[in-house]
């Protein structure tokens, strides 16, 4: 993710989150094929708010190498990952 694509993301997100009582987000990241740490940053923040408003966010389909710096960052302790959509979308309640 560019850092002029992850300032639209995030605007587009907090749009999304502020416009619902309790937000329900799945993020695949299927077309995403590296993540700099201002794109963790940028997670971080939007499950915080997610958080706050009684939601859910799930993440899914991460290439082997993207999944591997949430695991080395202990991310993967801190969102709920999922392998497939299916799965994502199940565990939403």
Same mark, same amino acid.
Do not use: C, W
């Given at each position: 993710?560019?850092?002029?694509?992850?300032?639209?993301?995030?605007?587009?997100?907090?749009? #999304?989150?502020? =416009?619902?009582?309790?937000?329900?987000?799945?993020?695949?990241?299927?077309?995403?094929?590296? #993540?700099?740490?201002?794109?963790?940053?940028?997670?971080?923040?939007?499950?915080?708010?997610?958080?706050?408003?009684?939601?859910? #966010?799930?993440?899914?389909?991460?290439?082997?190498?993207?999944?591997?710096? @949430?695991?080395?960052?202990? #991310?993967?302790?801190? @969102?709920?990952?999922?392998?497939?959509?299916?799965? =994502?979308? =199940?565990?939403? =309640?």
């Amino acid at each position: 993710m560019e850092s002029g694509n992850l300032k639209e993301i995030r605007e587009d997100l907090l749009v #999304l989150i502020e =416009a619902s009582d309790r937000p329900m987000l799945l993020i695949s990241f299927e077309l995403v094929e590296e #993540l700099s740490s201002s794109g963790l940053s940028m997670l971080i923040t939007i499950n915080k708010f997610i958080e706050q408003k009684g939601g859910q #966010l799930r993440l899914t389909t991460f290439h082997p190498h993207v999944y591997e710096l @949430f695991t080395i960052t202990n #991310l993967d302790k801190v @969102f709920r990952i999922y392998q497939d959509v299916a799965d =994502a979308k =199940a565990s939403l =309640a």
